[in-house]
């Protein structure tokens, strides 16, 4: 019994002397000027490269806005993505919920019908415009623009190794890794081949769909086949490291994505792409504050700085890469380049005059929208999440994958 | 007397380990119940020392991540969320039980709800347009059922038939339904590995509340259960299976019926599990939505000795720590994965206390009050 008694006074006062520490602790969150709290639902953690690129902007946006904010990580795209929001406006009283992936979608949805009162943004989604979901909106990037001024970098290496005898004008074939055959990876491979292009007009393109987002295995493979197959460089479009330190190893350049890979890849890094989500976090929270109503699609731009480049590497790209890109770059925030210009690619050895694309999501992937204005493809245009998804002459596709 | 012991040189260990009389079972359970205090405790404290919250808010954020702003006069959407957690926790726990009951090592809980929750999904969508509501949640219900009761029996006919292992059985059988759910979802959902939420054949909604009419049906297959076990004929059977294959056998029992009878029911009650995670509340399926909560079951069964009304406790004890440690990670930016941790300690301890249940420690110094 002594014994029970003795554990028992030791319980007591551990407890004691933790409680006694609770006084020194306390955390510190933002002031409480503002009435918008966000709530962010992520589907994995920091450990994904696509994910730790929403978490970075999130907190940047919130702290720079004193805005509060809490966060679900790990919410897969199922129900536990409307738990995750419910949780949210529920304990943490969050009034705008944003959540990071495409299958969020509906069941975001479904969490909006039920919280009328709350805003709810998605990215990369495509339903807000027809959904008839006021609290419910949709964003997503122009990555295009930005994989058009990596492109430039690329045909800009390509350029430097023709004229340097490495390789003939007509062997200039880059290759490009991918993760499914949709919209969104062949709006990004064609801007980025279109970018390469204005600048090296002999260039040819193969790519390769590894069918899934994150599959370093996989994706190293398909850029080793490429490299084998007699591309000079390499991009990609998926979330591993598998392509850059494919292209390390080989030591073939490599354009890469979601932010810059030179640490890992000193010798071969040329420039990366990515999107910024703190304009977009910036601008919902500022409507909320205003009482203004959100956009169904919201696309940033390289305007808006939602499209960012990374510092280029000087030891891999082509000389005067940094002056050409900005001169690129100041013709497309002034109009007078446009993207997918249609006079710039051939479809079946054709110029487009009319296209209709797939813009209202509906079961039987209806083609329902006409894109082509004026000689140029309006991507991101008509919902923020790109259609392209046209199979443009010089690019070859080997494989293809639609999950 | 002990002095001149040890003049002999005999080497005393430090403590030895003394099997129990039995224990008073106000005992037991005061050693249960410190156990799970303890842990609790030490959730805190790791909480603390990982984060840079202090020891009583530890358990504020964990309270509200699970009750949400009920306490301050908020609504009650994260209670019914925990009512609900726990009734499907609880309906895994209740299915194992019989089958443990008969010392029959089902670790095929999670496969099984999973098959009965393919089921439901598959009845939504293939004949959701095709037949009047009330049939169709006949069907539902039944196939659910169905589903769940022939992934159960065929590791049980094995067994009975063949004396195969059990445990390895159900096991495997788990990995065979989570690649069927793959399947599925594949051909199902296309490319975007999701199964959009389905409109049709959704359990009623009940009072406005989207979760009330599971945990009903938990409630009364608590009930049911425990009345199986305590008072059927059949819930002694399974006793005596459980006790000694032999005395069954010697009495009359017909073993194998009794196997793959329970296995039927333990594998059913998984189905209607996964009925209620999939056409109750998720109208979608994918490999993890019973999210391993078929393991964690077996603890719970365990935990509530086979008592369907302690197993109650037990379900919700892990479900607040589930949700609570959580919220925690989520306000500290703790990894997500500090939950099951923190539900993993818990149960550590109160595995562990069994241990002092059955034996106790006696230490060299308390020989000698003893003698004393």
Redesign the interface.
Do not use: H
């Given at each position: 019994m002594k014994k029970v008694l003795s554990?028992l006074l030791v319980?007591v006062l551990?407890?004691g002397t933790?409680?006694a520490?609770?006084?020194?602790?306390?955390?510190s969150t933002g002031s409480d000027k503002a009435d918008v709290k966000v709530g962010f639902i992520f589907l994995h953690?920091e450990n994904s490269t696509y994910d730790k690129n929403f978490m970075d902007a999130a907190k940047a946006a919130c702290e720079e806005m004193g805005v509060e904010y809490?966060?679900?990580?790990?919410s897969?795209?199922?129900?536990?993505c409307y738990?995750a929001a419910?949780?949210l406006i529920?304990?943490d009283?969050c009034n705008v919920i944003f959540a990071d992936s495409?299958?969020h979608e509906?069941?975001l949805m479904?969490a909006a019908r039920e919280y009328p009162d709350v805003e709810f943004c998605h990215a990369t989604g495509t339903q807000a415009h027809t959904a008839g979901l006021d609290n419910f909106h949709n964003a997503f990037a122009s990555i295009y623009q930005g994989r058009f001024l990596a492109g430039v970098a690329a045909g800009m290496k390509l350029n430097e190794m023709i004229d340097a005898g490495k390789i003939t004008a007509d062997k200039a074939k880059m290759g490009y890794v991918g993760a499914?055959t949709?919209a969104e990876v062949m709006s990004g491979y064609t801007s980025f081949y279109l970018g390469a292009k204005s600048v090296c007009p002999t260039v040819t393109m193969d790519v390769k769909f590894t069918g899934s987002w994150y599959d370093e295995q996989l994706e190293k493979e398909a850029a080793q086949a490429l490299i084998q197959g007699g591309c000079v460089l390499i991009s990609q479009h998926a979330d591993s490291m598998g392509a850059p330190t494919a292209c390390e190893t080989a030591g073939v350049p490599n354009v890469s994505y979601n932010g810059s890979t030179v640490s890992a890849c000193p010798n071969t890094f040329i420039v990366s792409s990515r999107i910024n989500w703190a304009p977009y976090f910036k601008h919902m929270i500022t409507c909320v504050q205003d009482g203004k109503a959100i956009e169904a699609d919201w696309t940033g731009t390289i305007e808006t700085e939602s499209v960012l480049l990374t510092e280029i590497n000087e030891a891999v790209a082509a000389e005067g890469t940094a002056a050409k890109i900005e001169e690129v770059k100041a013709k497309l925030l002034d109009g007078s380049i446009n993207v997918f210009d249609t006079a710039t690619f051939t479809v079946g050895g054709e110029t487009l005059t009319s296209y209709k694309a797939d813009v209202d999501t509906d079961a039987n992937f209806e083609k329902d929208t006409e894109v082509i204005e004026n000689g140029v493809f309006y991507e991101s245009k008509f919902r923020s999440a790109p259609y392209f998804d046209i199979e443009i002459d010089g690019i070859t596709l080997l494989d293809r994958n639609?999950? | 007397m002990t002095d001149t012991k040890k003049s002999k040189h005999h080497r005393e260990p430090l403590f030895h380990i003394v099997k129990r009389d039995d224990l008073p079972w106000w005992k037991a359970w005061l050693i249960r119940i410190s156990a799970i205090v303890i842990a609790i405790l030490l959730v805190g404290v790791i909480s603390m020392l990982l984060t840079k919250v202090s020891f009583a808010e530890v358990y504020e954020i964990m309270i509200k991540g699970v009750f949400g702003r009920l306490f301050e006069g908020g609504s009650t959407t994260m209670l019914w969320k925990f009512l609900q957690e726990t009734a499907i926790l609880l309906c895994l726990s209740l299915a194992v039980t019989p089958a443990f009951k008969m010392r029959f090592w089902n670790c095929g809980a999670e496969g099984q709800a999973l098959m009965g929750g393919l089921a439901s999904m598959i009845c939504m969508i293939e004949l959701g347009d095709k037949l009047p509501y009330p049939v169709l949640l006949g069907v539902i219900f039944i196939t659910s059922m169905l589903a769940g009761a022939l992934w159960g029996v065929i590791p049980a006919v094995f067994k009975a038939q063949y004396n195969t292992n059990e445990t390895l059985f159900t096991l495997m059988m788990n990995y065979v339904a989570t690649q069927i759910i793959k399947y599925y979802v594949y051909i199902e959902g296309g490319g975007s590995n999701t199964i959009q939420p389905v409109a049709t054949g959704n359990l009623p909604i009940i009072g406005g509340n989207r979760y009330l009419l599971n945990v009903l049906i938990v409630a009364v297959l608590t009930v049911g259960v425990f009345i199986y076990q305590k008072y059927s004929k059949q819930g002694y059977e399974i006793s005596v299976v459980g006790e000694s294959q032999n005395t069954a056998k010697y009495v009359g029992i017909n073993v194998k019926k009794v196997i793959i009878r329970t296995m039927v029911i333990s594998g059913a009650i998984c189905g209607i599990a996964g009925m209620l995670l999939v056409a109750g509340t998720d109208h979608s399926i994918n490999t993890n939505t019973v999210g391993g909560q078929g393991f964690t079951a077996i603890m719970v069964s365990w935990l509530g000795q086979f008592n369907p009304f302690i197993m109650v406790l037990m379900s919700a004890l892990i479900v607040f720590l589930r949700m609570g440690s959580g919220k925690v990670a989520d306000t500290c930016a703790l990894n997500a994965s500090f939950a099951d941790i923190a539900v993993g300690i818990v149960i550590l301890f109160v595995v562990g206390c069994e241990f002092f249940i059955r034996y106790s420690v006696k230490f060299k110094h308390s020989k000698k009050e003893v003698k004393a």
């Open positions: 554990i319980l551990c407890l933790c409680m520490f609770a006084g020194c602790g306390g955390t953690d809490a966060q679900k990580t790990q897969p795209e199922s129900k536990k738990d419910v949780e529920e304990v009283g495409f299958g509906s069941f479904d499914f949709f639609y999950g | -």
